[in-house]
Protein backbone atom coordinates (compact mmCIF):
# COMPACT_ATOMS: atom_id res chain seq x y z
CA UNK A 1 0.00 0.00 0.00
CA UNK A 2 1.12 3.42 -0.81
CA UNK A 3 1.97 5.49 2.06
CA UNK A 4 2.57 8.84 0.44
CA UNK A 5 2.14 9.63 -3.26
CA UNK A 6 3.24 12.69 -4.64
CA UNK A 7 2.31 13.73 -8.46
CA UNK A 8 3.48 16.81 -10.13
CA UNK A 9 3.91 18.63 -7.10
CA UNK A 10 5.16 22.83 -7.09
CA UNK A 11 6.09 24.91 -3.92
CA UNK A 12 7.01 28.24 -4.76
CA UNK A 13 7.84 30.87 -2.06
CA UNK A 14 8.14 34.42 -2.97
CA UNK A 15 12.04 35.88 -2.62
CA UNK A 16 11.69 39.87 -1.72
CA UNK A 17 14.37 42.28 -3.54
CA UNK A 18 14.80 45.69 -2.14
CA UNK A 19 11.82 47.16 -4.71
CA UNK A 20 8.36 45.49 -5.49
CA UNK A 21 9.55 45.32 -8.68
CA UNK A 22 12.52 43.13 -7.47
CA UNK A 23 10.25 40.36 -5.83
CA UNK A 24 10.48 37.25 -7.68
CA UNK A 25 8.77 33.57 -7.27
CA UNK A 26 11.06 30.83 -6.67
CA UNK A 27 10.02 27.16 -6.76
CA UNK A 28 11.59 25.15 -3.74
CA UNK A 29 9.82 22.27 -5.72
CA UNK A 30 9.40 21.95 -9.43
CA UNK A 31 7.13 19.05 -10.54
CA UNK A 32 8.28 16.29 -8.41
CA UNK A 33 6.98 12.58 -8.30
CA UNK A 34 7.60 10.50 -6.00
CA UNK A 35 5.60 7.32 -4.33
CA UNK A 36 6.67 5.36 -0.78
CA UNK A 37 5.25 2.42 0.53
CA UNK A 38 3.90 1.84 4.24
CA UNK A 39 6.86 0.03 6.22
CA UNK A 40 9.25 1.51 4.05
CA UNK A 41 12.74 2.62 5.32
CA UNK A 42 13.58 6.22 3.17
CA UNK A 43 16.20 8.64 3.00
CA UNK A 44 15.66 11.90 1.21
CA UNK A 45 19.21 13.47 0.43
CA UNK A 46 20.53 16.93 -0.75
CA UNK A 47 22.49 19.84 -0.53
CA UNK A 48 20.85 22.89 1.34
CA UNK A 49 18.42 24.35 -0.45
CA UNK A 50 17.59 21.20 -2.66
CA UNK A 51 14.28 21.27 -1.68
CA UNK A 52 14.34 17.90 0.46
CA UNK A 53 12.93 19.65 4.13
CA UNK A 54 10.06 21.60 1.89
CA UNK A 55 9.04 18.50 0.62
CA UNK A 56 9.37 17.23 3.93
CA UNK A 57 6.60 19.50 5.14
CA UNK A 58 4.31 18.53 2.55
CA UNK A 59 4.06 15.03 4.02
CA UNK A 60 1.90 15.92 6.69
CA UNK A 61 0.39 19.70 5.86
CA UNK A 62 2.38 21.61 7.30
CA UNK A 63 2.83 23.40 3.50
CA UNK A 64 0.22 22.85 0.90
CA UNK A 65 0.91 22.69 -3.06
CA UNK A 66 1.04 25.06 -5.49
CA UNK A 67 0.32 22.72 -7.96
CA UNK A 68 0.26 19.12 -7.95
CA UNK A 69 -1.39 16.67 -5.22
CA UNK A 70 0.00 14.92 -1.88
CA UNK A 71 -1.70 11.80 -1.01
CA UNK A 72 -1.01 10.16 2.48
CA UNK A 73 -2.96 6.95 2.89
CA UNK A 74 -4.97 8.22 -0.62
CA UNK A 75 -6.50 11.32 1.31
CA UNK A 76 -5.29 14.70 -0.51
CA UNK A 77 -3.28 17.21 1.83
CA UNK A 78 -4.86 19.74 0.40
CA UNK A 79 -8.21 19.31 1.52
CA UNK A 80 -8.15 20.94 5.03
CA UNK A 81 -11.01 18.07 6.32
CA UNK A 82 -8.17 15.78 5.98
CA UNK A 83 -5.30 17.64 7.96
CA UNK A 84 -6.49 16.21 11.93
CA UNK A 85 -6.07 12.21 10.52
CA UNK A 86 -3.12 13.20 8.26
CA UNK A 87 -1.11 14.54 11.15
CA UNK A 88 -1.83 11.70 12.91
CA UNK A 89 -0.72 9.56 10.30
CA UNK A 90 2.62 11.74 10.05
CA UNK A 91 4.71 12.66 12.64
CA UNK A 92 7.52 15.28 12.56
CA UNK A 93 11.00 15.43 14.24
CA UNK A 94 12.73 18.75 13.32
CA UNK A 95 16.49 20.02 13.56
CA UNK A 96 16.22 21.60 16.73
CA UNK A 97 14.94 19.94 19.82
CA UNK A 98 14.21 23.16 21.63
CA UNK A 99 11.65 23.92 19.43
CA UNK A 100 9.80 20.50 20.33
CA UNK A 101 9.81 20.20 23.62
CA UNK A 102 7.11 22.53 25.80
CA UNK A 103 6.69 19.93 29.19
CA UNK A 104 8.46 20.58 32.51
CA UNK A 105 9.91 17.26 32.74
CA UNK A 106 10.21 14.67 29.82
CA UNK A 107 7.07 12.71 31.23
CA UNK A 108 5.19 15.87 30.62
CA UNK A 109 6.37 16.67 27.31
CA UNK A 110 5.63 13.48 25.68
CA UNK A 111 1.86 13.55 27.50
CA UNK A 112 0.76 16.86 25.81
CA UNK A 113 0.48 15.61 22.25
CA UNK A 114 -1.47 12.79 23.74
CA UNK A 115 -4.03 15.17 25.84
CA UNK A 116 -4.59 17.07 22.73
CA UNK A 117 -5.56 14.09 20.92
CA UNK A 118 -7.53 13.14 24.28
CA UNK A 119 -6.21 9.84 24.96
CA UNK A 120 -8.25 8.40 28.18
CA UNK A 121 -5.68 8.47 31.00
CA UNK A 122 -5.65 4.73 31.76
CA UNK A 123 -4.04 4.69 28.06
CA UNK A 124 -1.54 7.65 28.69
CA UNK A 125 0.79 6.40 30.88
CA UNK A 126 0.76 2.95 28.86
CA UNK A 127 1.48 4.91 25.86
CA UNK A 128 4.34 7.25 27.85
CA UNK A 129 6.09 4.25 28.69
CA UNK A 130 6.19 2.04 25.83
CA UNK A 131 7.81 5.43 23.86
CA UNK A 132 10.24 6.07 26.74
CA UNK A 133 11.31 2.23 26.57
CA UNK A 134 11.64 2.59 22.48
CA UNK A 135 14.08 5.72 23.13
CA UNK A 136 15.81 4.03 25.91
CA UNK A 137 15.01 7.14 28.17
CA UNK A 138 12.98 5.08 30.58
CA UNK A 139 15.16 6.35 33.62
CA UNK A 140 14.82 10.27 32.55
CA UNK A 141 11.28 10.28 32.31
CA UNK A 142 11.29 12.86 35.27
CA UNK A 143 14.34 14.84 33.87
CA UNK A 144 13.63 18.58 33.27
CA UNK A 145 14.29 18.19 30.03
CA UNK A 146 16.75 21.22 29.99
CA UNK A 147 19.01 19.53 32.04
CA UNK A 148 19.23 16.30 28.87
CA UNK A 149 22.34 16.72 26.31
CA UNK A 150 21.27 17.61 22.95
CA UNK A 151 20.58 13.55 22.18
CA UNK A 152 18.60 12.93 24.46
CA UNK A 153 16.90 16.26 23.78
CA UNK A 154 15.65 14.33 19.97
CA UNK A 155 15.27 11.49 21.41
CA UNK A 156 12.76 13.21 24.09
CA UNK A 157 11.26 14.88 20.51
CA UNK A 158 11.12 11.02 19.03
CA UNK A 159 9.30 9.71 22.10
CA UNK A 160 6.42 12.33 22.01
CA UNK A 161 5.60 11.76 18.32
CA UNK A 162 6.16 7.64 18.82
CA UNK A 163 3.73 8.06 21.81
CA UNK A 164 1.02 9.29 19.59
CA UNK A 165 1.01 6.12 17.36
CA UNK A 166 1.82 7.39 13.79
CA UNK A 167 2.34 4.77 10.72
CA UNK A 168 5.32 7.64 9.74
CA UNK A 169 7.42 9.18 11.24
CA UNK A 170 9.47 12.22 9.73
CA UNK A 171 12.87 13.16 10.70
CA UNK A 172 13.68 16.35 8.89
CA UNK A 173 17.93 17.03 9.84
CA UNK A 174 16.86 15.58 13.09
CA UNK A 175 20.45 14.61 13.45
CA UNK A 176 21.97 17.86 12.40
CA UNK A 177 23.28 19.20 15.52
CA UNK A 178 24.33 16.52 17.25
CA UNK A 179 27.75 15.02 17.94
CA UNK A 180 28.53 11.16 15.91
CA UNK A 181 27.68 9.19 19.19
CA UNK A 182 23.98 10.44 19.21
CA UNK A 183 23.56 10.66 15.50
CA UNK A 184 24.30 6.91 15.77
CA UNK A 185 22.00 6.55 18.64
CA UNK A 186 19.19 8.13 17.35
CA UNK A 187 19.68 6.62 13.43
CA UNK A 188 20.14 3.22 15.65
CA UNK A 189 16.47 4.34 17.19
CA UNK A 190 15.16 5.06 13.90
CA UNK A 191 15.72 1.52 12.05
CA UNK A 192 14.39 -0.09 15.47
CA UNK A 193 10.92 1.68 15.26
CA UNK A 194 10.89 0.46 11.59
CA UNK A 195 12.14 -3.23 12.42
CA UNK A 196 10.30 -3.75 15.42
CA UNK A 197 7.00 -1.45 15.12
CA UNK A 198 6.63 -1.28 11.18
CA UNK A 199 6.38 2.53 11.31
CA UNK A 200 7.45 3.98 7.94
CA UNK A 201 10.44 6.31 8.61
CA UNK A 202 11.57 9.02 5.70
CA UNK A 203 15.12 10.15 7.10
CA UNK A 204 15.75 13.62 5.67
CA UNK A 205 19.56 14.25 5.73
CA UNK A 206 22.99 15.23 4.29
CA UNK A 207 24.79 12.61 6.29
CA UNK A 208 25.49 9.97 3.80
CA UNK A 209 26.73 7.40 6.67
CA UNK A 210 23.37 7.58 7.62
CA UNK A 211 21.09 6.14 4.58
CA UNK A 212 23.32 2.48 3.84
CA UNK A 213 20.34 0.84 5.63
CA UNK A 214 17.52 2.90 3.51
CA UNK A 215 15.21 0.56 1.38
CA UNK A 216 15.61 3.52 -0.99
CA UNK A 217 17.17 6.71 -1.73
CA UNK A 218 15.96 9.90 -3.46
CA UNK A 219 18.58 12.71 -4.39
CA UNK A 220 17.25 16.34 -4.44
CA UNK A 221 18.99 19.15 -6.01
CA UNK A 222 17.12 21.94 -7.49
CA UNK A 223 13.43 21.25 -6.31
CA UNK A 224 13.56 18.46 -8.42
CA UNK A 225 13.79 14.78 -8.18
CA UNK A 226 17.27 13.78 -9.36
CA UNK A 227 18.13 9.85 -8.38
CA UNK A 228 16.70 7.50 -6.57
CA UNK A 229 17.66 4.41 -6.14
CA UNK A 230 18.98 1.24 -3.54
CA UNK A 231 22.16 2.30 -1.40
CA UNK A 232 24.04 -0.35 -3.10
CA UNK A 233 23.10 1.26 -7.04
CA UNK A 234 23.92 5.06 -5.92
CA UNK A 235 27.10 3.92 -3.86
CA UNK A 236 28.35 2.53 -7.22
CA UNK A 237 28.39 5.72 -8.58
CA UNK A 238 30.53 7.80 -6.47
CA UNK A 239 30.74 10.54 -9.14
CA UNK A 240 27.04 11.02 -9.31
CA UNK A 241 26.80 12.16 -5.84
CA UNK A 242 29.43 14.00 -5.58
CA UNK A 243 27.81 15.96 -8.67
CA UNK A 244 25.03 16.62 -6.58
CA UNK A 245 27.39 17.91 -4.02
CA UNK A 246 26.86 14.67 -1.55
CA UNK A 247 30.11 14.07 0.04
CA UNK A 248 30.43 10.30 0.91
CA UNK A 249 31.07 8.30 4.00
CA UNK A 250 34.97 8.26 4.34
CA UNK A 251 34.93 4.29 4.02
CA UNK A 252 33.31 4.48 0.25
CA UNK A 253 35.36 6.72 -0.97
CA UNK A 254 38.72 5.00 0.72
CA UNK A 255 37.37 1.97 -0.91
CA UNK A 256 36.58 3.70 -4.26
CA UNK A 257 40.12 5.33 -3.63
CA UNK A 258 41.79 1.80 -3.52
CA UNK A 259 39.60 0.56 -6.70
CA UNK A 260 41.14 3.29 -8.69
CA UNK A 261 44.92 2.33 -7.84
CA UNK A 262 43.97 -0.85 -8.76
CA UNK A 263 43.02 -3.45 -5.82
CA UNK A 264 40.22 -5.67 -6.69
CA UNK A 265 37.88 -4.17 -4.35
CA UNK A 266 33.75 -4.93 -4.79
CA UNK A 267 32.16 -1.41 -4.93
CA UNK A 268 29.74 -0.67 -3.64
CA UNK A 269 31.47 -0.26 0.43
CA UNK A 270 29.31 1.17 2.99
CA UNK A 271 30.39 -0.38 6.25
CA UNK A 272 34.04 -0.78 7.51
CA UNK A 273 33.72 -4.30 7.99
CA UNK A 274 32.75 -4.93 4.37
CA UNK A 275 36.89 -3.15 3.34
CA UNK A 276 38.56 -4.84 6.15
CA UNK A 277 36.84 -8.34 4.85
CA UNK A 278 37.48 -7.05 1.62
CA UNK A 279 41.46 -5.98 2.13
CA UNK A 280 42.04 -9.33 4.39
CA UNK A 281 40.58 -11.55 1.72
CA UNK A 282 43.01 -9.53 -0.87
CA UNK A 283 46.41 -9.94 0.69
CA UNK A 284 45.56 -13.79 1.26
CA UNK A 285 45.48 -13.62 -2.74
CA UNK A 286 41.54 -14.84 -2.81
CA UNK A 287 39.65 -13.32 -5.83
CA UNK A 288 37.39 -10.49 -4.82
CA UNK A 289 35.71 -9.35 -8.04
Known amino acids: MKMIKVSNLVHSY??????EEDTISVKALD?????????????????????KSTLAKHFNGLLFPAEGTVWINELPTSDHKNLGQIRRTVCMVFQNPDNQIIGATVEEDISFGLENM???????????????????????RQANPGS?????KQKTAIAGAVAVSPECLVLDEATAMLDPKARREVIGIARELNEK?????????????????????????????????TPEELFRE?????????????VTRLAYS??????PVRLPVMEPEDLAEQMERIYRGEQIC
Open 14 to 19: LKYGKT
Open 31 to 51: HVDMEIDKGEFIAIIGHNGSG
Open 118 to 140: QIPREQMQDRIDRSLEAVRMTDK
Open 148 to 152: LSGGQ
Open 197 to 229: QGITIILITHFMDEVAHADKIFVMDHGIVAESG
Open 238 to 250: PELLEKYRMELPP
Open 258 to 263: LRKKGL
